[in-house]
């Protein structure tokens, strides 16, 4: 895996024994991330032809895929590998500096990983140091190929097809999509704009205010979260 030369604990994907292990610290810290073999399928972004001409539509799920891009050097960086899962799979428990940061790509939270449910993703995007070579290494250890994403998520996702219920759950993702925003926006107003109003001798009410604020934000963000699937 690409990583920073100053980094001790370095990220990454070990395949052997039919599991694929991703050992990922800046992460879940010294937990491993184990997954059947048989459950992955792997793609190799940097050897994928650009798409040329019509495509194939992509289909409407029942439930929007979850495929965070777990990067181990800068956020600006390009993925060139894809791991989907026959079924979601549940991720290790988070550490608490990687789901504060603002710059991650996670569908899920800190105490989300820790509960008791736990949560799962559909998949992974990577960066590795021979995309190639670690796309082998997940077919060796008996991994599949993923050629086919479309086809792929018309076998081992659940698809919408009637035509009434893709246009209503467009717009539910849609609204829950806003919600998101607007909750974003107003969170980082409020965390910038209420603090202003304390003076050092003034009244701690604005403080108290600003806590109240912010968790009614962080669950307005959460159920947009949960409209947006």
């Not at 993925?79 to 428990?93: D, G």
């Not at 105490?111 to 077919?139: C, H, M």
Request: aromatic share 8%; with cysteine; glycine share 8%.
């Amino acid at each position: 895996m690409k990583a920073y030369w100053f980094v001790i604990r370095k990220p990454r994907v070990v395949c052997d024994g039919g599991a694929v292990r991703m050992m990922l610290p800046g992460y879940f810290g010294g937990r491993a991330w184990a997954i059947p073999a048989r459950h992955v399928a792997v793609q190799d972004l940097s050897a994928t032809p650009p798409a040329e001409g019509a495509q194939e539509p992509q289909p409407v799920l029942a439930r929007e895929l979850a495929v965070p891009y777990l990067f181990t050097t800068g956020p600006m960086t390009r993925p060139n590998l894809l791991l989907m899962f026959t079924e979601p799979q549940r991720v290790p428990p988070l550490r608490l500096d990687a789901a504060l940061a603002p710059n991650t790509d996670l569908p899920f939270g800190y105490r989300s990983t820790r509960s008791e449910k736990g949560a799962r993703v559909d998949g992974v995007l990577l960066r590795a140091d021979n995309p190639a070579a670690l796309r082998q290494s997940v077919l060796t250890a008996g991994g599949s190929s993923l050629d086919d994403p479309v086809g792929w998520l018309y076998e081992h996702r659940e698809v919408v097809a009637d035509v009434m219920e893709q246009a209503s759950l467009a717009r539910r993702r849609r609204v829950g999509r806003c919600i998101q925003l607007a909750a974003m926006i107003l969170f980082v107003a409020t965390s910038i704009g209420v603090p202003r109003l304390v003076a050092d001798d003034g009244p701690w009410w604005p403080v108290f205010l600003l806590l109240a604020v912010l968790a009614g934000l962080f669950g307005l963000g959460a159920f947009g979260r949960r409209l947006a699937r």
